[in-house]
């Protein structure tokens, strides 16, 4: 299979996506010959950070702060949530 030119850890997941894939057409419970105790988990938990919901209090904190001309990168530090999620929390509804 052609790789495309991929970054090595790009590489790594192909190549766990592939035996997972051989695993998965035979039927197979455990991979015969590769050895990754991790591959289920690299593809079935992916890492990521969880999403705390931001309180309607928050919200409101959020839309005065911007209304007073602070800065979304401040507004995302203090709240610990990312500029997007200002951004959306922020924008006008069309």
Known sequence: MD???????ALKRV???EAL???????????EDVDGSD???AVTE??????????PHQIDAIHTARANGE???????RFEVSRM?????????E
């Open 3 to 9: 790789r495309g030119g991929l970054q090595s850890h």
């Open 15 to 17: 190549e766990r996506l």
């Open 21 to 31: 894939w051989e695993q998965a057409r035979r039927g197979a419970d455990e991979p």
């Open 39 to 41: 591959l289920l988990e």
């Open 46 to 55: 992916p890492t990521r950070r969880s999403r705390t919901p931001l309180t």
């Open 71 to 77: 800065s979304a990168m401040s507004i995302a530090r």
């Open 85 to 93: 999620t200002v951004w959306e929390k922020t924008r006008p509804l």
